[in-house]
């Protein structure tokens, strides 16, 4: 299984990006998505999930309104669209997989991380 996000860059504050999470090994379509993120000297967090079918989705407090997570089966490819971002919205984005779940918004259920894209936003 792999998966691998892009996506990730320098921008500055008010700005957007679109970070991208390609998936391979495995039915993508069977796994709902994840999307976290670790600031320098800070925890991993939750940021965005989108479920297995309907793809309805859930969002940590600090992100709603701002950030948008969506899921493609035909491409194998889980996007989260990042607008007005914030300087402390710097950090590196993982995408993660998991089959089946309590929660969506807890790390160790995931089955699958990718390798994570550097978000930096200035102010």
């Known amino acids: 299984v792999q998966l691998q996000a892009s996506g990730g860059g320098l921008v500055q504050a008010g700005g957007s990006l679109r970070l991208s999470c390609r998936a391979s090994?495995?039915?993508?379509?069977?796994?709902?998505w994840g999307w976290f993120r670790q600031a320098p000297g800070k925890e991993r967090e939750f940021a965005a999930a989108i479920r297995w079918s309907g793809g309805s989705t859930v969002y940590a407090d600090s992100v709603k309104g701002r950030f948008t997570i969506s899921r493609d089966n035909a491409k194998n490819t889980v996007y989260l669209q990042m607008n007005s971002l914030k300087p402390e919205d710097t950090a590196v984005y993982y995408c993660a997989a998991v089959q089946s779940a309590l929660t969506l918004r807890l790390g160790t259920q995931y089955d699958y991380w990718g390798q994570g894209t550097q978000v930096t936003v200035s102010s």
């Open positions: 090994g495995l039915t993508f379509s069977s796994y709902a």
